[in-house]
């Protein structure tokens, strides 16, 4: 168990780290007003979400 957790950790930091480095460029590139909401399933934090809101204010979001 404690092995699993351990690599639950690893998994977690390495798709944060993933996502920090990427999620403004993304964000930037594609046109997200053109929906009304957005859900993230999977998603940990909301990294991803919150830098696509402060640019999209009137976006409905779901983190799963």
Known sequence: MRQNQND???FSG???L???SQ???VSSMYDFS???RIMNIGGRQ???LSTI???NPKLQLLLL
């Open 8 to 10: 639950v950790q690893i």
């Open 46 to 48: 909301g990294m991803f």
């Open 23 to 25: 999620v403004s460029c």
């Open 14 to 16: 390495t798709m944060t």
């Open 34 to 36: 053109q929906f009304n």
């Open 18 to 20: 993933l996502t920090s």
């Open 53 to 55: 809101l402060k640019n």
